[in-house]
């Protein structure tokens, strides 16, 4: 079992950015699939972005060009820049881990079920 560690979450104004770290500690997956996922209050948990160990991205549309998810393998830590955050941001995040998906990128973000291993999350609220 993986243990993942979130943080980095915070309040911002809109506009702003954040950088969300997870460390990942205990068994690692030598060929993994890592992904953020969010969840609002009343709504279903939502993929964020996803990477495997190959480097290959996939991002939900909503984030498009104002997120950038990362990796450094040295540190074992996944990392998540968000730039001109928007109100609707606005969410609990998570990090997950699991098994090298071979498949669409995209898949994944519809499927968190997919992975096996969560962290408890990290706040972030942007204010307009």
């Known amino acids: 079992q993986v243990h993942l560690v979130e943080s980095g979450g915070g309040s911002v104004e809109s506009g702003g950015s954040l950088r969300l770290s997870c460390a990942a500690s205990g068994y690692t997956y030598s060929s993994y699939s890592m992904g953020w996922f969010r969840q609002a209050p009343g709504k279903e948990r939502e993929g964020v972005a996803t990477?495997?160990?190959?480097?290959?991205?996939s991002y939900a549309d909503s984030v498009k060009g104002r997120f950038t998810i990362s990796q450094d393998n040295a540190k074992n830590t996944l990392y998540l820049q968000m730039n001109s955050l928007k109100p609707e941001d606005t969410a609990m995040y998570y990090c997950?881990?699991?098994?090298?998906?071979?498949?669409?990128?995209?898949?994944?973000?519809?499927?968190?079920?997919?992975?096996?291993?969560w962290g408890q999350g990290t706040q972030v609220t942007v204010s307009s």
């Open positions: 997950a881990a699991g098994p090298r998906w071979g498949g669409s990128g995209w898949w994944l973000l519809l499927h968190p079920s997919y992975f096996a291993s």
């Open positions: 990477i495997d160990s190959d480097g290959n991205t």
